[in-house]
Every structure is written in C-alpha cells, then in structure tokens.
C-alpha cells in the first residue's frame, strides 16, 4: 500500500522503503525509454523534417531557403541542438537530446510537487508523467514536442512563482524567456503566449494588495511579458520576414501576403481543413464522424489515442488523467490560499489550450502535449485529496478501505502505461539489433519500405544526381542526393504538356535527373486527376523516356532519358 499522506512524513523508515521504491520505478522507466532509443531512427516527423532538414543544413554548410519544403519556415531551436550529433555522424543521439526535455519536465514537477506536498507526491508525478503512453513514444523519436512541453511548463511554473512571491518581477522576466524558447521551438508556442498573456493582468488584478494599480500597471507586466517572449523568438520572425514576408510564414499568411486576384475555385478535400468550418467539415466528411462523436472529442483523446492513426490523435493519452484532477477540487479546504489559486490557474490553462488544439481538423494529441504536465499536478493533488479525506475518517475500516482503494487506481493507472510500454518494445524490438541479429540497414527497412530503393541510390547514382520523389510521404534523410518532394511539378507538366518531350524538357529545366517513386499511390492518384488523354500521354512519358534501374516494395528509381540520343 503506498503511503502518500503527511502524516506518514514521521515515519521515516517506512517512507524511506516507499521512496526507494518510486526511485526504482523510476530507474526502470528510464532505463526502458534508453533501450528502446538505442535503435536507428525510422519515425515519419524525423526522416521528414527534424533530421532531414539539420542534415541537409550541414551539407550546404549555412542555412538557406528550401521553398519546397514549407515545414522548413518552422522554427527550429531542437533542430539546431540536433545539428550537434549529426555533424558526428551520429543520428541516434538526437532522441536523447530530445528525451533530456521529458526528464527536465519531470524534475520540474517534481520540483513543483516537493514543495507544495511531499517529496513523495513529487516522485509519483514524475513517474506519471514520464510513463503517459504519448510522453513514452516522444522520448523514444527525435521529434521536438518535449522541448515545446518542458518550455511551456516551465513558463507557467514562473508564472506562478511570480505570483505567489508577490509578484517579484524576475520571475515574470524568467516566464517571458521561457515562453519565448517554447515559440522558438514550435508554433504551438503561440497558444502559451496568448494564454499567458491573458493571465498576467488578470492575476496582478486579483491578487495583488495594491487596490490602486490600476488599469496601466496590470497591463504594462503583460506586455513586458509579451515583448520579452518576442524578443527570444525573433531571429525566427526575422528570418522568415526576410524570405516570406511574413514572420510566423506559414501561419496566416493571406494576412501578411494577401492574393492579388480573388480565388473562384471550389474548396477541395484537401483545403478544408483551412476553412472557418473546417474542423467540423472535415472530421464529418473525412472521418465520416457524427455530431455527437465530434461534441465528445474533448473526452475522447483520453480513451481512443491510437499511435499512427490520425482519426484517433496519432497518440495515445492515459483516461486517468481527465478523472483525477476533479478530485484535486474536491474535500475539505485546508489548503493555503495560494496553492488553491495555482489549482485554477494549472486547470484553465490546460482546459483553454486543450480548446485551441481541438479545433484543428488535423488534431494530433503532440499539439495539444503541453496540457499533460498540467494534468499530471492535478492528478497527483486528487490523488493527495483523496487520501486526505480517507484519512479524516473515524473509523480505521473506512480508512485502510480508502487508501486500499487510491492504492488500486494507482495501480490501475500505471498498469495502463506499463502495457503500452511494453507493446512499444514489441514493435520498436531493440535486443534483435542491439544484440547484432539485424543490421542498421536491414533494421531501417524493417520500418521505412522506401529505404531499399533509397540504398541503391546512394551506392549506385552519381554524386550529383537530383531526385524528384513522388509519393513518398516526404522521408527524405536516408537518401544522400540531392532531392525535391514537390508533386505540383508533375502535375503542372501533364496539364500543361502535349507531347512526352515536353515532361521531359520540363524536368530537366528543374535538374531532374532520376525519379523516386511509390507505384501504387501514383497510379491511384493519375487516375483520380486527369483524362484519359493525359493518362495515354503520362504512358507514352515513362514508356519512351524513363529507365527502371530498381524496384522493390513498389519503390522504384527512375532514370530520365532522352530517346532522340538512342541508337
């Protein structure tokens, strides 16, 4: 039976042997999230984006415009840390820079927790937070979301510290910076600006002693606050002003770059997800989704999370997280009034920016990740409420009954994250190429389909070959050619084309050397496009001027010729 009350602080020895205890689930956690990294990196957001794009940084030698890639406007304060490993070759390293952020975040809460409860508390939330299923699946990728979490926490964290200390304005000046890295390392950052913001006047109104602040002092700490955040994610707004235009490219960007001619077009499946209506359009035509489901998501990202499906948030939530917190609002008040007012604090930031993440049609549960740090305080404080109010019985059945039954729904919870934890080495199975029965490559082909054809171009095609890749999701890091995944080039030259050579001539403009493509969306996708007439003439194309040099998963590498030079 776990002892997590105060009055047990007095029993030292045996919160001695319960402290060593979350200390080894707590080693055992860690331990299991470094295994499972020790592989070579094969998810999606990684050879698309936060390795690819260091990568090919580090081959030009600076970094430049990539109009091509639109995520390559992002910020990017992870993806320069990453530079650091890559530069050495070494592309598993990044995943532990990127976990170091998790295990900041749970000292954090820990930090948190210790000083508002116990030191016991403070562990158990560490463990709860580093054991959430989405929270073990970002430590074990390079993806950035834990640098965005430990940034928007830690904002918070000295939000709050700036209130309770009576409003010391180091600790507002510390948030501001924080919040700033959060924006430097991903847009969602702009949430926790908004939302922090909001809060500073507020909360200097509420609770300050001084009646007589007035309007202009509450408002002039928000925008010392506002100004600070922007100032540390600046270069950001510089660069992409300077090749955009626009410094928050590609957010917005009708606003800063309106069209000159108005679109008559009819919005397209793909463009829904931009409309004012798009979240609901697109969940109900794409998903097929009813009203009712769509009015239950907020509830349902804590039930249905499912890794690699985007209808069920790519991501996986544990349920506990929405029931404990009620009970940290619960039971009797014996409480400071302080730590009352960080309750709510913590809750509306979380429910607020949980809002903003929903209405996206595109909704992944890595967007709305800063609200878990958040959850796990609450959950942890329903928990030490729960205990509380067990304890206060006058009848010692009731209150081993109590702890019996707070012991099993912490049992219950973490169970939920050791069954995930262990599918995830079902699927990642790390001994087989730690102890040698794979290679890296046979490894990487395991998981990435494309990687085969990829191998062969770097064995095989000339250093200064250019490769348009069609379908195929973007990966780009495994291949060491030059490469674009831009299919409007494609498209625009079958429209626009009316002979074969003209394709041809159109690519070669472009540099295309070689093409990397995946057959099977292809074909899909010049059926549901284009006439027949274009179909016959996209057939003649790749029957009298390309060369299949490989093939294998229904990848297949393409050489461009020009038959005039045959025979």
Known sequence: MFPFTRAYQEEKGRAFWVILFLLGMLACLVSSVIILSLVPPVSKDALVHHLALPRLYLIHGDIYEIPFMPFSYYPMNLDFLYMIPLYFGNDIAPKFIHFAFALLTAGLIFYYLRNRANILYGLLGAILFLSVPIIIKLSTTVYIDLGEIFFSFAALVFLLEWVRSGFQVRFLIFSGILCGLALGTKYNGLITLFLLTLFIPFLYSRHHKDIGAGFFKPVGFGVLFLLISLLIFSPWM??????KNNPIYPLHNKLFNPPKTISKSIPSHDNIQKQNQGFFTYRSMIYHESGWQIVLLPLRIFFQGRDGDPQYFDGKLNPFLLLLPFFAFV??????????????IVLVFAVLFLCFG????????????????????????GVEKLIGVFRQSRSKAVRWAGLALVTL???????LNTNYIIGQFKYVAPFRYLDGSVNRDKYIAGYRPEYPAQKYINDNLDSDAKLLFIFLGKRGYYCDREYVFDIGILERLIKSSESPEDILNGLDKQGITHILIYYHLFERWMSDNFSEEKLFLTQRFFREHVELLFHENGFGVLNLRDSSLEG
Not at 238 to 243: F, G, L, S, T, V
């Open 409 to 415: 729904i912490l049992i219950f919870t973490l169970s």
């Open 358 to 381: 929903l209405f996206s049609a595109v909704m992944r549960i890595r967007y709305i990740s800063p609200i878990i740090p958040p959850l796990v305080i609450l959950s942890v404080f």
């Open 331 to 344: 039971g009797p008040r014996g409480e400071p009034e302080y730590l009352r007012c960080e309750k709510k």
């Open 238 to 243: 510089i660069r992409n002003y300077h090749w």
